[in-house]
Protein backbone atom coordinates (compact mmCIF):
# COMPACT_ATOMS: atom_id res chain seq x y z
CA UNK A 1 0.00 0.00 0.00
CA UNK A 2 1.54 3.51 -0.84
CA UNK A 3 2.18 6.22 1.36
CA UNK A 4 -0.20 8.82 1.63
CA UNK A 5 2.58 11.00 0.92
CA UNK A 6 2.84 9.07 -2.36
CA UNK A 7 -0.92 9.02 -2.80
CA UNK A 8 -0.75 12.58 -2.92
CA UNK A 9 2.29 13.31 -5.08
CA UNK A 10 0.76 10.56 -7.63
CA UNK A 11 -2.51 13.39 -8.16
CA UNK A 12 -0.33 16.58 -7.66
CA UNK A 13 0.53 17.03 -11.04
CA UNK A 14 -2.88 16.93 -12.47
CA UNK A 15 -4.27 19.08 -9.55
CA UNK A 16 -2.15 21.55 -10.54
CA UNK A 17 -2.66 21.25 -14.19
CA UNK A 18 -6.61 21.70 -13.17
CA UNK A 19 -6.03 24.69 -11.35
CA UNK A 20 -6.18 28.15 -12.92
CA UNK A 21 -3.13 30.17 -12.44
CA UNK A 22 -1.55 27.16 -10.47
CA UNK A 23 -3.45 27.38 -6.99
CA UNK A 24 -4.90 24.81 -5.09
CA UNK A 25 -7.89 27.41 -3.41
CA UNK A 26 -11.03 27.56 -4.71
CA UNK A 27 -11.50 29.40 -8.39
CA UNK A 28 -14.01 30.20 -9.78
CA UNK A 29 -12.64 29.74 -13.19
CA UNK A 30 -11.46 26.44 -12.72
CA UNK A 31 -14.43 24.71 -13.50
CA UNK A 32 -15.33 26.49 -16.63
CA UNK A 33 -11.65 26.48 -17.89
CA UNK A 34 -12.11 22.36 -17.27
CA UNK A 35 -15.24 22.10 -19.03
CA UNK A 36 -14.16 23.96 -21.83
CA UNK A 37 -11.27 21.15 -22.51
CA UNK A 38 -13.30 17.84 -21.58
CA UNK A 39 -14.62 15.84 -25.00
CA UNK A 40 -18.00 15.28 -25.60
CA UNK A 41 -17.40 11.39 -23.22
CA UNK A 42 -15.77 12.95 -20.69
CA UNK A 43 -18.50 15.65 -20.39
CA UNK A 44 -21.74 12.67 -20.11
CA UNK A 45 -19.55 10.13 -17.83
CA UNK A 46 -19.52 13.18 -15.17
CA UNK A 47 -23.14 12.88 -15.19
CA UNK A 48 -23.55 9.82 -14.19
CA UNK A 49 -22.92 8.61 -10.68
CA UNK A 50 -22.51 4.67 -10.93
CA UNK A 51 -22.37 1.47 -7.92
CA UNK A 52 -19.48 -0.77 -7.81
CA UNK A 53 -18.50 -3.96 -6.62
CA UNK A 54 -15.77 -4.36 -3.84
CA UNK A 55 -13.87 -2.92 -1.22
CA UNK A 56 -10.97 -2.33 -2.78
CA UNK A 57 -10.88 -0.28 -6.19
CA UNK A 58 -8.21 -2.38 -7.87
CA UNK A 59 -8.18 -5.77 -6.05
CA UNK A 60 -11.92 -6.85 -4.85
CA UNK A 61 -13.05 -10.20 -3.97
CA UNK A 62 -13.71 -12.46 -7.09
CA UNK A 63 -17.23 -12.75 -6.53
CA UNK A 64 -17.29 -8.44 -6.90
CA UNK A 65 -15.62 -9.11 -9.68
CA UNK A 66 -17.73 -11.39 -11.70
CA UNK A 67 -20.34 -8.68 -10.56
CA UNK A 68 -18.97 -6.38 -11.98
CA UNK A 69 -18.29 -7.69 -15.25
CA UNK A 70 -21.46 -8.87 -15.51
CA UNK A 71 -23.83 -5.37 -14.63
CA UNK A 72 -20.65 -3.44 -15.62
CA UNK A 73 -18.47 -4.54 -18.26
CA UNK A 74 -15.41 -4.11 -15.96
CA UNK A 75 -13.74 -5.76 -13.14
CA UNK A 76 -12.85 -2.73 -10.56
CA UNK A 77 -13.86 0.42 -9.52
CA UNK A 78 -10.84 1.39 -11.32
CA UNK A 79 -11.64 0.32 -14.71
CA UNK A 80 -15.13 1.82 -14.17
CA UNK A 81 -13.68 5.04 -13.71
CA UNK A 82 -10.92 4.76 -16.54
CA UNK A 83 -13.73 3.42 -19.29
CA UNK A 84 -16.97 5.96 -18.22
CA UNK A 85 -14.96 8.61 -16.99
CA UNK A 86 -18.08 8.60 -14.25
CA UNK A 87 -18.38 11.99 -12.20
CA UNK A 88 -19.91 9.98 -8.98
CA UNK A 89 -19.89 6.25 -7.51
CA UNK A 90 -22.07 5.72 -4.71
CA UNK A 91 -21.17 3.62 -2.04
CA UNK A 92 -23.59 0.50 -0.68
CA UNK A 93 -23.76 -2.35 1.85
CA UNK A 94 -24.53 -4.88 -0.09
CA UNK A 95 -21.93 -3.70 -2.74
CA UNK A 96 -19.15 -4.66 -0.32
CA UNK A 97 -18.24 -1.20 -0.05
CA UNK A 98 -18.42 -0.56 3.27
CA UNK A 99 -16.54 -2.95 5.66
CA UNK A 100 -15.14 -0.60 7.88
CA UNK A 101 -13.90 2.93 7.89
CA UNK A 102 -10.18 2.56 7.17
CA UNK A 103 -10.80 -0.17 3.89
CA UNK A 104 -13.59 2.72 2.86
CA UNK A 105 -11.15 5.54 3.28
CA UNK A 106 -8.19 3.21 0.92
CA UNK A 107 -11.50 2.27 -1.09
CA UNK A 108 -11.87 6.52 -1.77
CA UNK A 109 -8.23 7.21 -2.32
CA UNK A 110 -8.13 4.09 -5.15
CA UNK A 111 -10.95 5.86 -6.97
CA UNK A 112 -9.65 8.75 -6.77
CA UNK A 113 -6.26 7.80 -8.37
CA UNK A 114 -7.64 5.99 -11.04
CA UNK A 115 -9.79 9.43 -11.66
CA UNK A 116 -6.08 11.55 -11.69
CA UNK A 117 -5.08 9.52 -13.54
CA UNK A 118 -6.83 9.76 -16.67
CA UNK A 119 -5.94 12.71 -19.55
CA UNK A 120 -8.09 15.79 -18.10
CA UNK A 121 -8.86 13.42 -15.21
CA UNK A 122 -11.40 15.41 -12.62
CA UNK A 123 -12.11 13.68 -8.83
CA UNK A 124 -14.67 11.61 -8.97
CA UNK A 125 -17.67 12.96 -5.87
CA UNK A 126 -18.13 10.11 -3.87
CA UNK A 127 -21.28 9.39 -1.79
CA UNK A 128 -24.05 7.36 -0.06
CA UNK A 129 -27.25 7.22 1.75
CA UNK A 130 -26.07 7.89 5.74
CA UNK A 131 -29.58 9.21 6.86
CA UNK A 132 -28.87 7.83 10.24
CA UNK A 133 -31.51 5.47 11.90
CA UNK A 134 -32.74 2.64 10.01
CA UNK A 135 -31.02 3.73 6.47
CA UNK A 136 -27.24 3.81 6.94
CA UNK A 137 -24.41 2.22 4.98
CA UNK A 138 -21.45 2.99 7.02
CA UNK A 139 -21.97 1.07 10.07
CA UNK A 140 -20.08 0.40 13.97
CA UNK A 141 -17.30 2.23 14.59
CA UNK A 142 -18.88 4.96 12.90
CA UNK A 143 -21.17 6.89 14.70
CA UNK A 144 -24.50 6.14 14.20
CA UNK A 145 -27.31 8.83 15.66
CA UNK A 146 -30.71 8.27 16.14
CA UNK A 147 -33.14 8.54 12.83
CA UNK A 148 -34.93 11.39 11.57
CA UNK A 149 -38.23 10.87 13.31
CA UNK A 150 -36.27 10.36 16.55
CA UNK A 151 -34.91 13.53 16.37
CA UNK A 152 -38.25 15.14 15.63
CA UNK A 153 -39.52 14.09 18.99
CA UNK A 154 -37.37 16.47 20.47
CA UNK A 155 -37.64 19.03 17.97
CA UNK A 156 -34.04 20.34 18.10
CA UNK A 157 -32.52 21.96 15.79
CA UNK A 158 -29.61 21.90 17.69
CA UNK A 159 -29.11 18.46 17.71
CA UNK A 160 -29.78 18.30 14.13
CA UNK A 161 -27.32 20.50 13.22
CA UNK A 162 -24.64 18.66 15.99
CA UNK A 163 -25.71 15.23 13.97
CA UNK A 164 -24.71 16.71 10.50
CA UNK A 165 -21.52 18.14 11.85
CA UNK A 166 -20.24 15.13 13.34
CA UNK A 167 -21.43 12.54 10.98
CA UNK A 168 -20.27 14.99 7.69
CA UNK A 169 -16.84 14.74 9.45
CA UNK A 170 -16.88 11.08 9.66
CA UNK A 171 -17.61 10.60 6.03
CA UNK A 172 -15.02 13.02 5.40
CA UNK A 173 -12.25 11.86 6.71
CA UNK A 174 -13.44 8.17 4.96
CA UNK A 175 -13.65 9.93 1.09
CA UNK A 176 -16.96 10.30 1.21
CA UNK A 177 -18.21 13.95 -0.30
CA UNK A 178 -21.75 13.41 -0.72
CA UNK A 179 -24.69 11.98 1.43
CA UNK A 180 -28.16 11.81 0.73
CA UNK A 181 -29.67 13.28 3.26
CA UNK A 182 -31.87 14.96 5.30
CA UNK A 183 -35.18 13.33 4.21
CA UNK A 184 -37.44 16.63 3.79
CA UNK A 185 -40.69 14.67 2.88
CA UNK A 186 -42.96 15.62 5.19
CA UNK A 187 -45.04 11.92 6.59
CA UNK A 188 -48.19 12.43 6.61
CA UNK A 189 -49.27 9.06 5.83
CA UNK A 190 -49.09 6.22 8.26
CA UNK A 191 -49.53 3.59 5.76
CA UNK A 192 -46.62 5.36 4.12
CA UNK A 193 -44.15 2.16 3.32
CA UNK A 194 -40.88 3.95 2.27
CA UNK A 195 -40.39 6.81 4.33
CA UNK A 196 -41.97 6.86 7.69
CA UNK A 197 -39.53 7.09 10.22
CA UNK A 198 -37.16 8.04 7.96
CA UNK A 199 -39.50 12.23 7.60
CA UNK A 200 -39.05 13.97 10.91
CA UNK A 201 -41.91 14.28 11.01
CA UNK A 202 -46.08 15.98 9.76
CA UNK A 203 -45.87 19.38 10.96
CA UNK A 204 -44.12 20.99 7.93
CA UNK A 205 -42.81 24.03 9.85
CA UNK A 206 -40.94 21.47 12.14
CA UNK A 207 -39.47 19.51 9.19
CA UNK A 208 -38.21 22.51 7.53
CA UNK A 209 -36.35 24.03 10.67
CA UNK A 210 -34.50 20.26 11.15
CA UNK A 211 -33.85 19.91 7.56
CA UNK A 212 -31.92 23.19 7.96
CA UNK A 213 -30.47 22.46 10.35
CA UNK A 214 -28.97 19.55 9.36
CA UNK A 215 -28.35 21.05 5.57
CA UNK A 216 -26.07 23.18 7.78
CA UNK A 217 -24.02 20.87 10.20
CA UNK A 218 -23.14 18.88 6.98
CA UNK A 219 -21.69 21.39 4.71
CA UNK A 220 -19.87 23.08 7.89
CA UNK A 221 -18.67 19.86 7.34
CA UNK A 222 -17.33 19.92 4.33
CA UNK A 223 -19.72 17.20 2.88
CA UNK A 224 -22.85 17.77 0.32
CA UNK A 225 -25.96 17.40 1.90
CA UNK A 226 -28.71 16.51 -0.03
CA UNK A 227 -32.26 17.18 0.72
CA UNK A 228 -34.76 14.45 -0.70
CA UNK A 229 -37.36 13.65 -2.39
CA UNK A 230 -38.44 16.41 -4.44
CA UNK A 231 -41.73 17.03 -4.92
CA UNK A 232 -42.44 15.52 -1.30
CA UNK A 233 -42.96 11.66 -0.91
CA UNK A 234 -44.45 11.52 2.36
CA UNK A 235 -48.13 10.81 1.88
CA UNK A 236 -47.77 7.74 -0.42
CA UNK A 237 -48.66 4.16 0.57
CA UNK A 238 -46.85 3.39 -2.89
CA UNK A 239 -43.22 2.24 -2.46
CA UNK A 240 -41.39 3.93 -5.26
CA UNK A 241 -38.59 1.21 -5.09
CA UNK A 242 -41.39 -1.08 -6.55
CA UNK A 243 -44.51 0.53 -7.65
CA UNK A 244 -45.27 4.05 -9.29
CA UNK A 245 -46.81 6.42 -6.21
CA UNK A 246 -49.23 9.14 -6.81
CA UNK A 247 -49.51 11.84 -4.80
CA UNK A 248 -52.88 13.49 -4.60
CA UNK A 249 -52.16 16.81 -3.02
CA UNK A 250 -53.94 20.19 -4.63
CA UNK A 251 -51.14 22.83 -5.97
CA UNK A 252 -52.15 25.11 -2.54
CA UNK A 253 -51.97 21.79 -0.39
CA UNK A 254 -48.68 21.21 -1.71
CA UNK A 255 -47.09 24.87 -0.81
CA UNK A 256 -48.11 24.61 2.54
CA UNK A 257 -47.10 20.75 3.26
CA UNK A 258 -44.70 19.71 0.95
CA UNK A 259 -42.83 22.68 -0.47
CA UNK A 260 -41.49 23.97 3.07
CA UNK A 261 -38.86 21.95 3.94
CA UNK A 262 -37.39 22.28 0.25
CA UNK A 263 -37.74 26.21 0.38
CA UNK A 264 -35.65 26.06 4.27
CA UNK A 265 -32.85 23.36 2.33
CA UNK A 266 -32.57 25.94 -0.33
CA UNK A 267 -32.39 28.67 1.85
CA UNK A 268 -30.03 27.22 4.00
CA UNK A 269 -27.66 26.31 1.07
CA UNK A 270 -27.71 22.74 0.15
CA UNK A 271 -25.66 22.08 -2.53
CA UNK A 272 -27.84 19.02 -4.50
CA UNK A 273 -31.28 17.86 -4.40
CA UNK A 274 -32.97 14.33 -4.82
CA UNK A 275 -35.88 13.83 -7.12
CA UNK A 276 -38.62 11.69 -6.20
CA UNK A 277 -40.18 8.44 -8.63
CA UNK A 278 -43.43 9.55 -7.97
CA UNK A 279 -46.66 11.21 -10.11
CA UNK A 280 -47.87 14.34 -9.15
CA UNK A 281 -50.56 15.47 -11.34
CA UNK A 282 -51.88 18.89 -9.54
CA UNK A 283 -47.95 19.79 -10.65
CA UNK A 284 -47.89 18.58 -14.16
CA UNK A 285 -51.35 16.76 -15.72
CA UNK A 286 -48.65 14.83 -18.00
CA UNK A 287 -48.58 10.95 -15.79
CA UNK A 288 -44.23 11.37 -15.96
CA UNK A 289 -43.04 10.94 -13.03
CA UNK A 290 -41.18 13.92 -11.19
CA UNK A 291 -38.00 12.89 -11.83
CA UNK A 292 -38.59 13.19 -16.07
CA UNK A 293 -40.91 15.93 -15.30
CA UNK A 294 -39.51 19.55 -16.99
CA UNK A 295 -42.38 21.43 -15.08
CA UNK A 296 -41.91 20.13 -11.97
CA UNK A 297 -37.84 20.43 -11.94
CA UNK A 298 -37.19 23.67 -14.05
CA UNK A 299 -40.51 25.43 -13.71
CA UNK A 300 -40.82 24.70 -10.22
CA UNK A 301 -37.79 24.01 -8.85
CA UNK A 302 -35.30 25.73 -10.60
CA UNK A 303 -37.39 29.18 -11.58
CA UNK A 304 -40.11 29.30 -8.42
CA UNK A 305 -37.77 28.04 -6.03
CA UNK A 306 -34.68 29.77 -7.70
CA UNK A 307 -32.52 26.40 -7.18
CA UNK A 308 -29.44 26.92 -8.73
CA UNK A 309 -27.47 23.29 -7.04
CA UNK A 310 -27.16 20.24 -8.38
CA UNK A 311 -30.39 17.96 -8.85
CA UNK A 312 -29.44 14.16 -8.33
CA UNK A 313 -32.06 11.43 -9.32
CA UNK A 314 -33.11 9.15 -6.95
CA UNK A 315 -31.87 5.76 -8.10
CA UNK A 316 -32.52 4.86 -11.84
CA UNK A 317 -33.20 1.39 -11.05
CA UNK A 318 -36.71 2.18 -8.86
CA UNK A 319 -39.55 0.84 -10.45
CA UNK A 320 -41.44 4.41 -9.99
CA UNK A 321 -38.86 5.82 -12.38
CA UNK A 322 -39.37 2.83 -14.91
CA UNK A 323 -42.91 2.10 -15.44
CA UNK A 324 -43.44 4.32 -18.46
CA UNK A 325 -40.29 4.21 -20.43
CA UNK A 326 -37.25 2.08 -21.40
CA UNK A 327 -34.04 2.68 -19.06
CA UNK A 328 -32.64 3.98 -22.67
CA UNK A 329 -34.89 6.88 -22.35
CA UNK A 330 -34.82 7.51 -19.06
CA UNK A 331 -31.90 9.22 -18.43
CA UNK A 332 -32.29 11.12 -21.52
CA UNK A 333 -35.59 13.00 -19.90
CA UNK A 334 -34.42 13.10 -16.68
CA UNK A 335 -31.37 15.44 -18.51
CA UNK A 336 -34.41 17.28 -20.63
CA UNK A 337 -35.95 18.02 -16.97
CA UNK A 338 -33.53 19.69 -15.55
CA UNK A 339 -31.59 16.88 -13.69
CA UNK A 340 -28.02 17.01 -13.32
CA UNK A 341 -26.82 13.89 -11.43
CA UNK A 342 -27.95 10.54 -13.03
CA UNK A 343 -27.88 7.76 -10.18
CA UNK A 344 -27.36 4.13 -10.78
CA UNK A 345 -29.05 3.43 -13.42
CA UNK A 346 -29.88 -0.61 -14.19
CA UNK A 347 -27.82 -0.62 -17.21
CA UNK A 348 -24.97 1.82 -17.06
CA UNK A 349 -23.22 1.49 -20.66
CA UNK A 350 -27.27 1.65 -22.28
CA UNK A 351 -27.73 4.89 -20.42
CA UNK A 352 -24.21 6.21 -21.29
CA UNK A 353 -24.81 5.32 -25.17
CA UNK A 354 -28.21 6.66 -25.36
CA UNK A 355 -27.51 10.42 -23.42
CA UNK A 356 -24.37 10.01 -25.90
CA UNK A 357 -26.66 9.21 -29.02
CA UNK A 358 -29.34 11.98 -27.71
CA UNK A 359 -26.74 14.46 -28.20
CA UNK A 360 -25.63 13.47 -31.60
CA UNK A 361 -29.35 13.15 -32.66
CA UNK A 362 -30.07 16.64 -31.66
CA UNK A 363 -32.42 15.96 -28.79
CA UNK A 364 -29.89 17.14 -26.52
CA UNK A 365 -27.59 20.11 -27.10
CA UNK A 366 -24.18 20.01 -25.80
CA UNK A 367 -24.54 23.27 -24.02
CA UNK A 368 -27.56 22.05 -22.04
CA UNK A 369 -24.78 19.28 -20.70
CA UNK A 370 -22.55 21.64 -20.51
CA UNK A 371 -24.64 23.35 -17.47
CA UNK A 372 -24.97 20.45 -15.69
CA UNK A 373 -21.34 19.38 -15.89
CA UNK A 374 -20.43 23.18 -14.88
CA UNK A 375 -22.53 23.16 -11.82
CA UNK A 376 -21.40 19.30 -10.94
CA UNK A 377 -17.74 20.82 -11.05
CA UNK A 378 -18.92 23.54 -9.32
CA UNK A 379 -19.67 21.41 -6.36
CA UNK A 380 -16.45 19.26 -6.82
CA UNK A 381 -14.60 22.53 -6.12
CA UNK A 382 -16.20 24.33 -3.70
CA UNK A 383 -15.78 20.30 -1.54
CA UNK A 384 -12.11 20.93 -1.98
CA UNK A 385 -11.71 18.20 -4.25
CA UNK A 386 -9.58 19.64 -6.53
CA UNK A 387 -7.22 20.79 -4.01
CA UNK A 388 -7.37 17.51 -1.74
CA UNK A 389 -8.91 14.82 -3.45
CA UNK A 390 -8.05 12.17 -0.77
CA UNK A 391 -8.98 10.56 2.49
CA UNK A 392 -6.36 10.09 5.23
CA UNK A 393 -6.69 6.34 6.00
CA UNK A 394 -4.16 6.73 9.22
CA UNK A 395 -6.15 9.75 10.23
CA UNK A 396 -9.68 7.51 10.08
CA UNK A 397 -9.07 5.98 13.60
CA UNK A 398 -8.25 9.04 15.36
CA UNK A 399 -12.16 10.91 14.05
CA UNK A 400 -14.23 7.83 13.53
CA UNK A 401 -16.30 6.90 15.76
CA UNK A 402 -14.01 9.10 18.52
CA UNK A 403 -15.91 8.47 22.20
CA UNK A 404 -16.52 12.37 21.95
CA UNK A 405 -18.35 11.82 19.11
CA UNK A 406 -20.07 8.15 20.35
CA UNK A 407 -21.33 10.25 24.12
CA UNK A 408 -23.18 13.05 21.25
CA UNK A 409 -25.02 10.30 19.86
CA UNK A 410 -26.28 8.43 23.44
CA UNK A 411 -26.80 12.19 24.56
CA UNK A 412 -29.06 13.02 21.68
CA UNK A 413 -30.74 9.77 22.04
CA UNK A 414 -31.61 9.65 25.68
CA UNK A 415 -34.52 12.89 24.80
CA UNK A 416 -35.94 11.33 22.27
CA UNK A 417 -37.44 8.03 23.50
CA UNK A 418 -41.34 8.80 23.97
CA UNK A 419 -43.36 7.10 26.68
CA UNK A 420 -47.15 6.90 24.72
CA UNK A 421 -49.19 5.09 27.55
CA UNK A 422 -48.15 3.97 30.77
CA UNK A 423 -50.98 2.88 32.82
CA UNK A 424 -51.06 2.91 36.64
CA UNK A 425 -48.13 3.88 36.02
CA UNK A 426 -46.20 0.75 35.53
CA UNK A 427 -43.23 2.51 34.95
CA UNK A 428 -40.16 3.08 35.74
CA UNK A 429 -39.56 -0.64 36.57
CA UNK A 430 -36.94 -1.93 39.34
CA UNK A 431 -34.71 -4.59 39.62
CA UNK A 432 -36.16 -5.02 43.21
CA UNK A 433 -39.61 -5.45 42.50
CA UNK A 434 -39.07 -6.63 38.68
CA UNK A 435 -35.78 -8.79 38.80
CA UNK A 436 -36.12 -10.69 36.12
CA UNK A 437 -37.66 -9.76 32.63
CA UNK A 438 -38.49 -11.36 29.27
CA UNK A 439 -37.88 -9.42 26.10
CA UNK A 440 -39.43 -10.90 23.99
CA UNK A 441 -41.08 -9.76 20.02
CA UNK A 442 -40.18 -8.85 16.60
CA UNK A 443 -36.27 -9.20 15.73
CA UNK A 444 -36.21 -7.53 11.95
CA UNK A 445 -33.46 -7.32 10.24
CA UNK A 446 -30.81 -5.26 12.43
CA UNK A 447 -29.56 -1.25 10.55
CA UNK A 448 -26.16 -1.30 8.91
CA UNK A 449 -23.41 -2.16 11.12
CA UNK A 450 -25.30 -2.06 14.53
CA UNK A 451 -25.17 -5.10 17.37
CA UNK A 452 -28.67 -6.19 16.72
CA UNK A 453 -30.74 -8.10 17.30
CA UNK A 454 -33.16 -6.02 18.89
CA UNK A 455 -34.63 -8.54 21.42
CA UNK A 456 -30.89 -9.05 22.27
CA UNK A 457 -30.01 -5.57 22.64
CA UNK A 458 -32.68 -4.89 24.86
CA UNK A 459 -32.26 -7.48 27.06
CA UNK A 460 -28.32 -6.62 26.77
CA UNK A 461 -28.91 -3.21 28.05
CA UNK A 462 -31.27 -3.82 30.35
CA UNK A 463 -29.45 -6.36 32.15
CA UNK A 464 -26.07 -3.97 32.25
CA UNK A 465 -28.91 -1.59 34.68
CA UNK A 466 -29.65 -4.65 37.16
CA UNK A 467 -32.65 -6.73 36.05
CA UNK A 468 -31.76 -10.30 34.68
CA UNK A 469 -33.30 -9.92 31.13
CA UNK A 470 -33.75 -12.94 28.91
CA UNK A 471 -34.47 -12.85 25.15
CA UNK A 472 -36.98 -14.89 22.92
CA UNK A 473 -37.39 -13.66 19.37
CA UNK A 474 -40.89 -14.34 18.30
CA UNK A 475 -40.27 -12.22 15.36
CA UNK A 476 -42.41 -10.13 13.28
CA UNK A 477 -44.94 -12.52 11.90
CA UNK A 478 -45.02 -15.34 15.56
CA UNK A 479 -46.84 -18.38 14.60
CA UNK A 480 -49.64 -20.15 16.82
CA UNK A 481 -46.81 -22.44 18.34
CA UNK A 482 -44.40 -19.40 19.11
CA UNK A 483 -47.06 -17.48 21.21
CA UNK A 484 -47.87 -20.44 22.82
CA UNK A 485 -44.17 -20.85 23.58
CA UNK A 486 -43.62 -16.99 24.73
CA UNK A 487 -46.82 -17.35 26.97
CA UNK A 488 -45.68 -19.78 29.33
CA UNK A 489 -42.07 -18.22 29.42
CA UNK A 490 -43.64 -14.82 30.90
CA UNK A 491 -44.93 -16.74 33.49
CA UNK A 492 -41.67 -17.47 34.59
CA UNK A 493 -40.81 -13.55 34.40
CA UNK A 494 -41.67 -11.02 36.78
CA UNK A 495 -41.98 -8.67 34.10
CA UNK A 496 -42.26 -8.72 30.07
CA UNK A 497 -41.48 -5.87 27.32
CA UNK A 498 -42.28 -6.73 23.69
CA UNK A 499 -40.42 -5.35 21.04
CA UNK A 500 -43.04 -4.37 18.27
CA UNK A 501 -42.74 -3.80 14.70
CA UNK A 502 -45.13 -2.42 12.18
CA UNK A 503 -47.91 -3.55 14.11
CA UNK A 504 -51.78 -3.92 12.65
CA UNK A 505 -55.47 -5.29 13.04
CA UNK A 506 -54.54 -8.66 11.68
CA UNK A 507 -51.35 -8.83 13.25
CA UNK A 508 -49.59 -11.79 14.88
CA UNK A 509 -47.78 -9.66 16.75
CA UNK A 510 -50.80 -7.82 18.30
CA UNK A 511 -52.30 -11.21 19.26
CA UNK A 512 -48.71 -11.94 20.92
CA UNK A 513 -48.80 -9.13 23.45
CA UNK A 514 -52.79 -9.60 24.15
CA UNK A 515 -52.26 -12.41 25.28
CA UNK A 516 -49.04 -11.86 27.25
CA UNK A 517 -50.48 -9.18 28.99
CA UNK A 518 -53.61 -11.49 29.40
CA UNK A 519 -51.35 -13.97 31.53
CA UNK A 520 -51.13 -11.65 34.42
CA UNK A 521 -47.54 -10.12 33.79
CA UNK A 522 -46.68 -6.49 33.54
CA UNK A 523 -46.10 -5.77 30.10
CA UNK A 524 -44.11 -2.67 28.32
CA UNK A 525 -44.24 -2.85 24.70
CA UNK A 526 -41.58 -0.84 22.53
CA UNK A 527 -42.45 0.14 19.24
CA UNK A 528 -39.14 -0.04 17.43
CA UNK A 529 -39.86 1.23 14.21
CA UNK A 530 -43.60 3.16 13.53
CA UNK A 531 -45.49 4.99 16.80
CA UNK A 532 -48.41 3.74 15.27
CA UNK A 533 -48.15 0.02 16.68
CA UNK A 534 -49.90 2.00 20.05
CA UNK A 535 -53.07 2.18 18.43
CA UNK A 536 -53.03 -1.73 17.69
CA UNK A 537 -52.13 -2.88 21.32
CA UNK A 538 -55.37 -1.05 23.33
CA UNK A 539 -54.60 -3.82 26.21
CA UNK A 540 -50.59 -3.05 26.82
CA UNK A 541 -50.50 -0.99 30.17
CA UNK A 542 -46.99 0.64 28.94
CA UNK A 543 -46.04 1.47 25.60
CA UNK A 544 -42.71 3.47 24.19
CA UNK A 545 -41.91 4.86 20.57
CA UNK A 546 -38.18 4.42 19.92
CA UNK A 547 -38.38 5.25 15.99
CA UNK A 548 -35.46 2.82 15.02
CA UNK A 549 -34.25 -0.11 16.35
CA UNK A 550 -30.65 0.81 15.90
CA UNK A 551 -28.06 0.28 19.24
CA UNK A 552 -28.39 3.88 20.43
CA UNK A 553 -32.28 4.07 20.39
CA UNK A 554 -32.52 0.69 21.84
CA UNK A 555 -30.05 1.75 24.99
CA UNK A 556 -32.27 5.14 25.48
CA UNK A 557 -35.33 2.66 25.91
CA UNK A 558 -33.82 0.56 28.13
CA UNK A 559 -32.73 3.44 30.43
CA UNK A 560 -36.20 4.77 30.59
CA UNK A 561 -37.87 1.65 30.99
CA UNK A 562 -35.28 0.88 33.95
CA UNK A 563 -35.53 5.01 35.41
CA UNK A 564 -32.16 5.97 35.28
CA UNK A 565 -33.48 8.10 32.41
CA UNK A 566 -37.15 9.99 31.91
CA UNK A 567 -38.80 9.87 28.96
CA UNK A 568 -38.92 14.01 27.43
CA UNK A 569 -39.65 12.78 23.25
CA UNK A 570 -42.94 14.25 22.07
CA UNK A 571 -44.60 12.40 18.99
CA UNK A 572 -43.47 14.40 15.48
CA UNK A 573 -46.91 12.82 14.03
CA UNK A 574 -49.83 11.76 15.31
CA UNK A 575 -51.78 8.47 15.84
CA UNK A 576 -55.14 8.03 14.56
CA UNK A 577 -57.72 5.42 16.18
CA UNK A 578 -57.12 1.84 14.75
CA UNK A 579 -60.97 1.57 14.44
CA UNK A 580 -61.58 5.11 13.16
CA UNK A 581 -58.68 6.71 11.21
CA UNK A 582 -60.32 10.00 10.97
CA UNK A 583 -59.91 10.07 14.71
CA UNK A 584 -56.72 11.25 16.53
CA UNK A 585 -55.45 8.96 19.41
CA UNK A 586 -52.62 10.47 20.18
CA UNK A 587 -52.48 14.13 18.84
CA UNK A 588 -48.68 15.51 17.53
CA UNK A 589 -46.90 16.53 21.00
CA UNK A 590 -48.32 13.87 23.14
CA UNK A 591 -45.48 12.29 25.17
CA UNK A 592 -45.87 11.39 29.21
CA UNK A 593 -43.22 11.82 31.70
CA UNK A 594 -42.09 10.81 34.90
Not at 222 to 237: E, I, L, M, Q, R
Not at 289 to 300: D, M
Amino acid sequence: MPSRRTVLAAGAGVTAALAVGGTAQADEGRPAALLSRMTLAEKVGQLFVARVYGHSATAPDQADIDANLKELGVRTAAELVAKYRVGGIIYFTWAHNTRDPRQIAELSDGIQRAALQQPRGVPVLISTDQEHGIVCRIGGPATLFPGAMALGAIDSTADARTLGRIAGGELRAMGVRQNYSPVADVNVNPANPVIGVRSFGADPEAVAALVAEEVRGYQAAGVAATAKHFPGHGDTAVDSHTGFPVITHTREVWERLDAAPFRAAIAAGVDAIMTGHLLVPALDASGDPATLSRPILTGILRERLGYDGVVVTDALGMAGVRTKYGDDRVPVLALKAGVDQLLDPPDLALAVGAVLKAVQDGELTEERLDASVLRILRLKEKLGLFAEPYADPDAVGRLVGRPEHLAEADRIAARTTTLLVDEGPLLPLSPRAHPRLLVLGADPASPSGTTGPPTTVLASALTALGFTATALSTGTDPSAETIERAVAAAAEADAVVVATYNVTAASPQRTLAERVTAAGRPVVAVAVRNPYDVAHLPSVPAVLATYSWTDVELRAAARVIAGTARPRGRLPVPVQRADDPARVLYPLGHGLTY
